[in-house]
């Protein structure tokens, strides 16, 4: 295997020396490839460093991270997120998230939070990395997602808040194992990154006894830019109101806004709107428009509150 990665890397230019073995054991130089602790600082290096500070301009146009699209809008591209866009996008979710709760980000009851969403993924990121430490929030990190597995922490932990996507709901809602756990210590989920239809979504509330509210994102909004508030009891298959600060038009197939209730492209401007694709300006100038602009390619539409739901997909777009 190692063999075979070297050789990839070698037709595709990445040189041995930027190549390691990943594991949770201490692997064996093979083939000239090392383990990954090999580029590890020290302990007295690790106390001593310190992290830049960065001026407002620097903390805007600096990448702090490249997430990788899904490839809805054509094969997947870097995004290259600032650290403003992380910042902004963790203060945006966190309003949005206690909006109409009782109480605020300072006196919320105590949560605790299963992590089993990928760490390299945009959600996971905001939620697991970011926002679990500015909350002071323990997480359950999972190695690996087994259904039992996750059912079982929920039950032994007593997780109170899940973020997810539409497939857990249906294994919640279809695969006989849950009835096995005792999960009632959930009041709250979350469930983004894919469509979710109001029925099943209704089903598990009525199910379950816990409010599942949706919210939508991509990875070139970091993470999200629509939320139902938390504190409202949703049943209606919304995806939510905009986050602060965030703006949305939606456009028909000329380019004009549509009336309310009609459907239309999303556009989205905001604080989270990441930088660029990653040596990708072709796909950047088509995707983000000179005033920060980024054209979504879901199709939306608005009632009189400010509440989206998402219809459709516009055409592939591929960029090259």
Known sequence: ??????????????????????????????????????????EAQGSSYKFPKLSPDAAVNTVATINYSSGTTGLPKGVC?????????????????????????????????????????????????????????????????????????????????????????????????TAKYDISSVTDVLCGAAPLSKELQNTCMSRFGMQINQGWGMTEVTCGAIHVPGGVNDDTGSVGQLDPNSECKLLDDDGNEVQEGEPGEMYIRGPQVCLRYWKNEKATEESISPDKWLRTGDVAVCDNRGYFWIVDRKKVHFFL
């Open 1 to 42: 295997m190692v063999k075979t990665a070297v050789a990839a890397a070698k037709e595709a230019g990445l040189p041995a020396n930027r190549i390691f073995s990943f594991s949770d054991t201490y692997n064996v130089a093979d083939a000239g490839i090392l383990d990954w602790r090999a580029f590890l600082g020290s």
């Open 81 to 177: 997120v600032s650290h403003y866009n992380i910042i902004a996008n963790v203060e945006q979710t966190i309003c949005m998230k206690y909006a109409l709760k009782p109480f605020n980000r300072s006196n919320h009851p105590a949560e605790r939070w299963i992590g089993f969403l990928p760490l390299y993924h945009a959600y996971g990121q905001l939620y697991t990395i970011l926002m679990a430490i500015k909350l002071a929030v323990p997480v359950y990190i999972m190695k690996q997602f087994v259904y039992g597995d996750f059912l079982q922490t929920i039950q032994d932990k007593k997780i109170t808040h899940l973020q997810i996507a539409p497939p857990i709901l249906v294994m919640l809602s279809k695969r006989p194992e």
